[in-house]
């Protein structure tokens, strides 16, 4: 993983899956591959398998159980997702929380498997203990803005930079920004304010041109990159 770090997070939403999912991740990998920029896509755990036999990008996992092999009904182990052809996983999203012993757990078991974390946290205050479970990034994303259409990088700069901050105490962890991003000025206003990179969910999966909005974001990380040089 390196940056601009572009993180898709489908969810549970109707396009998520099926012939639908297939579509638009399509979709996403032509915009990825057109700028030459990588796009993260972390999708339902029924479609690890179909979309990383289809795809170059990295398909990530929504969320893995630290668990061990072993009599768990239902769990989703990261050997798993590995061998399904997951890049890696998300991890204690707002939606999907875990303990931190788990966390904690589930990096250090993904990291071994050669395999990439992104561990959610949901205020600045956690970017620090989070980092030091040396995930390969943590996503900040205050929980009031998920979903909402108001970007954390215009609503809430004070998150993005505070988090910076925080993120810089340790060493190779990167710092993604998310919740809210609708346009590619907030795309921009992130990267500005000195993310990484940026997660996003609802403005990609909601939109009947996908495609338009990626690009659209993409744009902006490669505008708000040049400006900083
Ligand atoms: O994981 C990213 C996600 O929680 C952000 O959601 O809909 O606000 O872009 P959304």
């Given at each position: 993983m390196k940056p601009p770090i572009i993180l898709i997070n489908y969810k549970a939403y109707e396009n998520s899956y099926g012939e639908k999912?297939?579509?638009?991740?399509?979709?996403?990998?032509?915009v990825s591959k057109d700028y030459g920029v990588p796009i993260i896509i972390s999708v339902p755990a029924t479609m690890i398998y179909k979309l990383s036999q289809i795809l170059e990008i990295p398909v990530y996992a929504q969320h893995v159980d630290a668990l061990r092999h072993g009599a768990h009904t239902g769990a989703i182990l990261p050997e798993m997702i590995k061998d399904a052809g997951a890049k890696g996983s998300l991890l204690n999203h707002s939606e999907r929380k875990i303990r931190l012993d788990e966390i904690h757990e589930a990096v250090t078991r993904i990291r071994d498997l050669g395999l990439e974390s992104v561990v959610c946290a949901d205020s600045y205050e956690l970017v620090h203990p989070?980092?030091?479970?040396?995930?390969n990034a943590i996503l900040i994303e205050p929980p009031e803005l998920i979903g909402s259409g108001r970007a954390v990088s215009k609503e809430k700069p004070e998150v993005i930079t505070r988090a910076v901050n925080e993120i810089k105490k340790?060493?190779?962890?990167?710092?993604?920004?998310?919740?809210?991003?609708?346009t590619g000025e907030d795309v921009y206003k992130a990267i500005e304010l000195g993310a990484d990179g940026i997660g996003v969910a609802s403005a990609v999966m909601k939109s009947s041109t996908p495609e338009k909005i990626v690009e659209d974001f993409v744009i902006n990380v490669l505008k708000a990159i040049d400006k900083k040089k």
């Open positions: 999912g297939v579509e638009i991740s399509k979709k996403i990998e032509k989070l980092a030091l479970l040396r995930p340790v060493e190779g962890v990167y710092l993604i920004a998310g919740a809210g991003i609708t």
